[in-house]
Every structure is written in C-alpha cells, then in structure tokens.
C-alpha cells in the first residue's frame, strides 16, 4: 500500500489554517474589541500584547495557500474564482490592519483616531469576508467540467452573511480571553466582564449554524444524524456546552489562563464539526482531496520542502511565544 499523499497534504492544509485562525484570530479579535475600549493606555497595553507576534501569526496563512496552490491546483482554481471578492476584501483589510498597526504609535496624538479607526475596520472587514468566505464554502461551490460554472456574487447569501457576523463574535471572544490571560488591572477586569456576554452570544450563533447548515444541506444532515454516524458525533455538541460551561464559570472565579485555554478548545470543536460535515470534499459538495489532487510526483516533491519548512516555523513561533510570555502592563511592557 502506498502513501497517501492526498491525505497528508489535507492534514497539512487543515493544520495550517487552524494555526492561522487560532493565532490571527485573537489579534483581529483585539481590533474587534477596541470601541469597548476608549482610554489610550489600555489600547497601547492591548496592542503590545500582539505586537511581537502578529504579523508571524500569517505564515500559516501563506503556508495554506500556497500549499493549496500546489497540492490541490483544482481546488485553487476553483474556490478563488468562486470566492474572489470576499478573499481580496479580506486581504484589504489586513493590510489596513498591518498598516495601523505600524502607524498608530508613530502618529501624533491628533491623528492617532484615525489609526484606531483604520485597525478597528481593517480588523471587521477582515474578519467578516474570512466567514463569509466560509459559509459560501460550506453552501457549496458549482463546478462543470472542472471549471467554477457559477457568477461573481454567488457567495453573497443570508448563510455567509451570518458566518460572517459568527465569526466576528468568535474571534471577539478569542481576543477577550487573550486580553484576561495577557493584561491585569482594570483592563483585565473589563475583558472579564465583556467574557460571559460574548460566550453567551457565541452559543447563540453556534446553535443557530448548526440548526440552519443541515437544514438547507441535506448531505450535511444525512452525515450527522444517520445511525451509527450521530453516536459517533454528538460528543461534539456535547463537548461544545460543556466548554462553554466551564468558560463562564472560569469568567466569574477571575481566572487568568483558563477562559483563553477553554476558548481554543470551542474553536477546535468548531473546526472539528466542520470538517465532520465536509470531509473529505475539498470542493463541497463533490471534489474530494483525491479529486482535485496534483500529481503524485508534484505532491512528493513538494512534502520534502513542507517537512524541512514547517519544523522552523513551529520552532520560531514557539520561541517567540515564549520570549514574550507573561503579562503586559502600562508601566513596563511585558513583564
């Protein structure tokens, strides 16, 4: 029996995005959640916390493009034709994001609004097209004769809207949680009190995905309440309540690590139950990993430069979490 290489390349795929949306996703939560906040030191302080680390947190955005580039050309065609305005809009506002990032501390103190505002848009709109982007994943993609056969606004329906608004909830919480872990004082203390409303809210929107994607997917439905299949998949949901439980309780004990910890575990569980509904269509709702793979040769060439490159970027990501470990304050920076 050979290698799987199709296989090998969905896991690295699905690895690097899930770094991606676990690492980007509490630094665009940090712009979600600055209109909560108004005084300037607390949003230095907030910044500071992500400074270090965020522009490194995208090589595993790269990487999972690049990657699919390469391995899954088919799937690359495709799903950029098909989600092409809500991708470049993403990109727009990263680069606002980016460049807010660099200029809010240069700009004088009567234009530093308008770097605020440049960090919180760019930080929304980056967030709302990467889950409208998702939810026209999930809603499925037309292709004929191995060619995007759909139009230009296919993407924009009440579905990917809504993804779009769960996950800027997701990622607010995920920056919220950071914050508790990373800061102290009165700014961990008005994390702590945004927390439960916000898990709240999360709960809300998690149940009203997972009622509508098998409502209006009737494979999707099919995949998670057939026998044997829900025995298999209601640990999931099941894990989901009891995450949330243990966050809000974690939130009102004034926990530092735990409400941060929880939070990822809810994303993983999130990205769990889509891959349950997918898998193993790379291009829902019929392209499968297999379907749209490169050649064996061009997967194999490329898994030895994904195995010599991945090592170092877990390495210096590892590193650089570590270096900046412990808590930011306003007098100090990091501790």
Same mark, same amino acid.
């Given at each position: 029996?050979?290698?799987? &290489?199709?296989?090998?390349?969905?896991?690295?795929?699905? @690895?690097?995005? +899930?770094?991606?949306?676990? +690492?980007?996703?509490?630094?665009?939560? %940090?712009?979600?959640?600055?209109?909560?906040?108004?005084?300037?030191?607390?949003?230095?302080?907030? +910044?500071?916390?992500?400074?270090?680390?965020?522009?490194?947190?995208? !090589?595993?955005?790269?990487?999972?493009?690049?990657?699919?580039?390469?391995?899954?050309?088919?799937?690359?065609?495709?799903? &950029?034709?098909?989600?092409?305005?809500?991708? %470049?809009?993403?990109?727009? *506002?990263?680069?606002?994001?980016?460049?807010? @990032?660099?200029?809010?501390?240069?700009?004088?103190?009567?234009?530093?609004?308008?770097?605020?505002?440049?960090?919180?848009?760019?930080?929304?709109?980056?967030?709302?097209?990467? *889950?409208?982007?998702?939810?026209?994943? %999930?809603?499925?993609?037309?292709?004929?004769?191995?060619?995007?056969?759909?139009?230009?606004?296919?993407?924009? !329906?009440?579905?990917?809207?809504?993804?779009?608004?769960?996950?800027?909830?997701?990622?607010?919480?995920?920056?919220?949680?950071?914050?508790?872990?990373?800061?102290?004082?009165?700014?961990?203390?008005?994390?702590?009190?945004?927390?439960?409303? &916000?898990? &709240?809210?999360?709960?809300?929107?998690?149940?009203?995905?997972?009622?509508?994607?098998?409502?209006?997917?009737?494979?999707?439905?099919?995949?998670?309440?057939?026998?044997?299949?829900?025995?298999?998949?209601?640990?999931?949901?099941?894990?989901?309540?009891?995450?949330?439980?243990?966050?809000?309780?974690?939130?009102?004990?004034?926990?530092? /690590? !735990?409400?941060?910890?929880?939070?990822?575990?809810?994303?993983?569980?999130? /990205?769990?139950?889509? *891959?349950?509904?997918?898998?193993?269509?790379?291009?829902?709702?019929?392209?499968?990993?297999?379907?749209?793979?490169?050649?064996?040769?061009?997967?194999?060439?490329?898994?030895?430069?994904?195995?010599?490159?991945?090592?170092?970027?877990?390495? /210096?990501?590892?590193?650089?979490? /570590?270096?900046?470990?412990?808590?930011? !304050?306003?007098?100090?920076?990091?501790?």
């Amino acid at each position: 029996m050979g290698i799987d &290489l199709p296989l090998i390349w969905a896991v690295i795929i699905i @690895f690097g995005i +899930m770094m991606y949306v676990v +690492m980007d996703g509490f630094d665009l939560g %940090i712009g979600i959640l600055f209109p909560f906040i108004k005084g300037k030191s607390d949003r230095d302080v907030m +910044m500071n916390t992500v400074a270090p680390v965020w522009d490194g947190n995208e !090589t595993w955005l790269v990487l999972g493009g690049a990657a699919l580039f390469g391995a899954f050309p088919l799937a690359y065609s495709v799903v &950029l034709s098909a989600l092409y305005l809500p991708l %470049i809009l993403m990109l727009i *506002g990263l680069i606002f994001r980016g460049v807010a @990032f660099e200029f809010r501390f240069k700009a004088k103190d009567a234009k530093r609004h308008i770097w605020d505002k440049a960090f919180i848009g760019g930080s929304l709109v980056a967030t709302f097209f990467q *889950g409208v982007a998702l939810g026209a994943f %999930i809603d499925g993609i037309q292709v004929v004769n191995r060619q995007y056969a759909g139009g230009g606004l296919d993407w924009l !329906t009440p579905f990917s809207l809504f993804c779009g608004v769960a996950l800027i909830v997701a990622y607010a919480l995920l920056g919220c949680t950071w914050l508790i872990m990373k800061t102290e004082g009165k700014l961990q203390e008005q994390m702590h009190n945004l927390a439960r409303p &916000l898990a &709240l809210v999360l709960l809300a929107v998690i149940g009203i995905v997972s009622i509508w994607t098998p409502m209006t997917h009737p494979e999707i439905a099919a995949r998670w309440f057939t026998l044997p299949n829900l025995f298999w998949f209601l640990p999931v949901p099941l894990l989901v309540l009891v995450t949330l439980y243990g966050l809000i309780r974690a939130v009102a004990r004034n926990a530092h /690590y !735990t409400p941060f910890l929880l939070t990822l575990v809810l994303i993983f569980l999130g /990205y769990s139950g889509l *891959g349950i509904s997918l898998w193993p269509n790379i291009v829902p709702p019929s392209i499968s990993i297999w379907d749209a793979a490169s050649p064996p040769q061009s997967q194999g060439f490329l898994l030895v430069g994904a195995l010599f490159i991945i090592p170092f970027i877990l390495g /210096y990501t590892f590193w650089s979490y /570590y270096v900046f470990r412990g808590k930011v !304050t306003h007098e100090d920076g990091y501790h």
